[in-house]
């Protein structure tokens, strides 16, 4: 059974999470994991599942549409726009979360006409056949990581190009992280984020809550469990 943490900053912002609650399989055919979205203050929405195509011998992207369907499972995230999966999700009103490469995070920082294409070639495409949830630009991005820089401004440029497209109440932008941002994660109403990582995350933190989008954290309960099987 997965926990869930509630994550805020050292400054008294005020922000939900989304929690990708890893390492859960569907199928052995499938490479993904449970994930749950979590707005504190309020109730646990519907359980989706992340769409991981790292694996041998993958179904056909209608069979596991198809198989989404059939367990009851409304929400889907993958790690890059695959044009496959984006058609096959077509009229399946499954909700979903694009993974914006993290090496594709510096040049959509740097200009807005990336930012475009972005949106027109795997978003503006397939809208409104497919249910666009969130761009997550960037996952599990470290202060540290030379892409750190670009993420606000990817971010910002890739929200603009959806107000652009009159679509920022149905999509909205944020960013995946990890829990070594955190500096304090027991108890969970404690929980901050380190030092180190506040000057980074802050911001992206600020943005959010200004344009009422969730912060994405992936978390690994299964690692936690393996480590201490008594817990």
């Keep these: 059974m997965a926990s869930c943490c509630e994550i805020k900053s050292n400054k008294p912002y005020v922000v ?4 990708l609650l890893g390492l859960l399989p569907l199928s052995s055919n499938v490479s993904s994991s449970y994930l749950v979205l979590i707005e504190f203050e309020t109730v646990v929405e519907p359980i989706g599942v992340c769409y991981g195509r790292v694996a041998k011998n993958l179904p056909p992207d209608p069979e596991v549409i198809s198989l989404y369907q059939a367990n009851g499972i409304t929400r889907m995230r993958i790690f890059y726009p695959n044009p496959p999966t984006l058609q096959a999700l077509s009229i399946s009103n499954i909700e979903l ?6 090496q594709d995070i510096q040049s959509l920082g740097n200009d807005i006409g990336a930012a475009t294409a972005l949106l027109e070639n795997n978003v503006l495409n397939y809208f409104p056949d497919v249910k666009f949830r969130y761009l ?3 996952n599990e991005i470290n202060p540290q990581d030379a892409e750190a820089k670009y993420v606000l401004l990817a971010m910002q440029n890739i929200k603009t190009t959806i107000a652009s497209a009159h679509l920022q109440d149905q999509i909205k932008v944020s960013t995946a992280i990890d829990m070594s941002l955190l500096g304090s994660s027991y108890p969970p109403s404690a929980g901050s984020f380190s030092k180190a990582a506040s000057s980074y995350i802050n911001l992206i933190i600020t943005f959010l809550a200004s344009n009422g989008s969730l912060l994405l ?3 690994y309960p299964y690692f936690s ?3 201490d099987t008594k817990c």
């Excluded at 939900?16 to 929690?19: C, D, H, K």
């Excluded at 979360?97 to 993290?102: A, D, G, K, L």
């Design 225 to 227: 469990y393996i480590g």
């Design 16 to 19: 939900s999470a989304f929690l």
């Design 97 to 102: 979360i694009i993974v914006v490469q993290n």
């Design 136 to 138: 997550a630009v960037g």
């Design 217 to 219: 954290a992936n978390v």
